[in-house]
């Protein structure tokens, strides 16, 4: 089948991995100033078709190496510091050339494992970086590599971009590499090797493919994945309700061209990112505190609103910022449960106030929202959610409440 699961056409946010072996010249270690001002003209006509594009961009290491005068061999872990260190702001500076000439803004983050998957770091890179696709920019993200040590590295772009695009609920991941998706075999020796065009489902006989061929071991070592870290790559988006297609990057305009059809492997995701989201937050998260709001604000919830401030009359347990708490309405019932946005002894304070009151009671300017809409999962009614009572949580002796 040659439809794609979502053609790039219909996605509303989307983050484009570019490996090192399509950014930099294998030779010489210089950017490729050429290709990128090339995907920089996609990226501007995705953007100026309404979309919100972030781009994970690997290759730091592999710029910065020659200007240590690290060589074209291996390096050991504390040379790919020091080289990321150099390489990366002459990355950053690439990108924010290619794209100033559409009058882009970039932004450059570095992220590390916990940052994607500790809760609390994840809500406030996810405010930061939706924030920067709301101004117009486009984020530049790459792994922060020269202060992470080998156990608490992503050490590939392929699984990193697909926490990003789960972590700001993208709805497409195109990974641009040096070949064009999954075969049934090795492409270079098996004559009868199929190209795959869409995987549904991620099944035992796919991760077969992808553990056979490993075709995308990147030309001059630039690039530690393959096709392994695409597939897992593949089964972090899908498993979040995102798309994701595996796309050859060399030639110039290659991501334009995926959206005129050019050949891909699409993984089609079983999920919308919101509900995968929603059911993270319900399903896999244990509340640690609760919320309880009045009448009002459960209404409100039910419409599908955020909750703010104003509408909260009580806080029960100690939870942190980011922390999952389930959210009570006036007689106990239970109406879902919300990542916070403030911790419970700042939550306490500005409890029935104006989200305005915020920052002169708190002293700093926090969060319009005590759970916004996207954290929070309710409960369907129906289904004997609004019968689940009230577990006990500790109360801190100073809640002072109802
Ligand atoms: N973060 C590394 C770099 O920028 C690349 C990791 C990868 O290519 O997967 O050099």
């Given at each position: 089948?040659?439809?794609?699961?979502?053609?790039?056409?219909?996605a509303?946010?989307?983050?484009?991995?570019?490996?090192?072996?399509?950014?930099v010249?294998?030779?010489?270690?210089?950017?490729?100033?050429?290709?990128?001002?090339?995907?920089?003209?996609?990226?501007?006509?995705?953007?100026?078709?309404?979309?919100?594009?972030?781009?994970?961009?690997?290759?730091?290491?592999?710029?910065?190496?020659?200007?240590l005068?690290?060589?074209?061999?291996?390096?050991?872990?504390?040379?790919?510091?020091?080289?990321?260190?150099?390489?990366?702001?002459?990355?950053?500076?690439?990108?924010?050339?290619?794209?100033?000439r559409?009058?882009?803004?970039?932004?450059?983050?570095?992220?590390?494992?916990?940052?994607?998957?500790?809760?609390?770091?994840?809500?406030?890179?996810?405010?930061?970086?939706?924030?920067?696709?709301?101004?117009?920019?486009?984020?530049?993200?790459?792994?922060?590599?020269?202060?992470?040590?080998?156990?608490?590295?992503?050490?590939?772009?392929?699984?990193?971009?697909?926490?990003?695009?789960?972590?700001?609920?993208?709805d497409?991941?195109?990974?641009?590499?040096?070949?064009?998706?999954?075969?049934?075999?090795?492409?270079?020796?098996?004559?009868?090797a199929?190209?795959?065009?869409?995987?549904?489902?991620?099944?035992?006989?796919?991760?077969?493919?992808?553990?056979?061929?490993?075709?995308?071991?990147e030309?001059g070592?630039?690039?530690?994945?393959?096709?392994?870290?695409?597939?897992?790559?593949?089964?972090?988006?899908?498993?979040?309700?995102?798309?994701?297609?595996?796309?050859?990057?060399?030639?110039?305009?290659?991501?334009?061209?995926l959206?005129?059809?050019?050949?891909?492997?699409?993984?089609?995701?079983?999920?919308e990112?919101l509900?995968?989201?929603?059911?993270?937050?319900?399903?896999?998260?244990?509340?640690?505190?609760?919320?309880?709001?009045?009448?009002?604000a459960?209404?409100?919830?039910?419409?599908?609103?955020?909750?703010?401030?104003?509408?909260?009359?009580?806080?029960?347990?100690?939870?942190e910022?980011?922390?999952?708490?389930?959210?009570?309405?006036?007689?106990?019932?239970?109406?879902?449960?919300?990542?916070?946005?403030?911790?419970?002894?700042?939550?306490?304070?500005i409890?029935?106030?104006?989200?305005?009151?915020?920052?002169?009671?708190?002293?700093?300017?926090?969060?319009?929202?005590?759970?916004?809409?996207?954290?929070?999962?309710?409960?369907?009614?129906?289904?004997?959610?609004?019968?689940?009572?009230?577990?006990?949580?500790?109360?801190?002796a100073?809640?002072?409440?109802?």
């Open positions: 089948m040659d439809t794609p699961a979502i053609p790039l056409s219909e509303r946010r989307l983050v484009v991995k570019i490996g090192s072996a399509l950014l010249d294998g030779a010489t270690g210089a950017i490729r100033q050429d290709w990128l001002d090339a995907l920089a003209d996609d990226i501007a006509a995705l953007k100026a078709g309404g979309r919100e594009v972030l781009v994970v961009s690997s290759g730091s290491i592999a710029v910065g190496r020659r200007h005068g690290l060589g074209n061999g291996s390096l050991k872990l504390e040379e790919k510091q020091a080289a990321a260190a150099t390489g990366q702001i002459r990355l950053a500076h690439a990108y924010q050339t290619a794209l100033a559409h009058d882009i803004t970039v932004a450059q983050i570095l992220v590390s494992p916990a940052d994607t998957e500790e809760r609390r770091r994840h809500l406030n890179a996810r405010n930061t970086i939706l924030q920067l696709c709301r101004l117009g920019a486009v984020p530049v993200i790459n792994e922060n590599d020269t202060v992470a040590t080998a156990e608490i590295r992503y050490g590939d772009n392929d699984r990193l971009a697909a926490r990003v695009a789960t972590m700001v609920s993208a497409l991941l195109i990974l641009l590499s040096d070949v064009d998706g999954l075969y049934s075999a090795d492409p270079h020796r098996d004559p009868n199929r190209h795959i065009a869409e995987v549904a489902e991620i099944t035992p006989e796919i991760a077969a493919m992808a553990g056979d061929v490993m075709v995308t071991r030309r070592g630039l690039s530690t994945g393959g096709m392994r870290t695409k597939l897992d790559a593949a089964r972090i988006a899908v498993g979040g309700g995102c798309a994701m297609a595996i796309a050859a990057g060399r030639e110039m305009h290659a991501l334009g061209q959206s005129t059809g050019a050949r891909a492997t699409w993984f089609r995701p079983a999920t990112p509900a995968a989201r929603k059911r993270w937050i319900s399903g896999t998260l244990k509340p640690v505190g609760a919320i309880r709001v009045d009448a009002g459960a209404a409100a919830l039910a419409r599908g609103k955020s909750l703010l401030p104003a509408g909260a009359t009580g806080i029960e347990g100690t939870f910022r980011g922390d999952p708490v389930r959210v009570l309405g006036p007689d106990d019932h239970v109406l879902g449960t919300g990542l916070s946005a403030y911790a419970a002894e700042d939550a306490i304070r409890l029935g106030r104006k989200t305005r009151e915020i920052a002169d009671i708190l002293g700093y300017d926090g969060r319009s929202e005590l759970i916004h809409a996207d954290d929070m999962a309710l409960a369907r009614p129906g289904r004997g959610a609004s019968d689940e009572r009230t577990p006990p949580v500790a109360r801190p100073d809640a002072g409440l109802e």
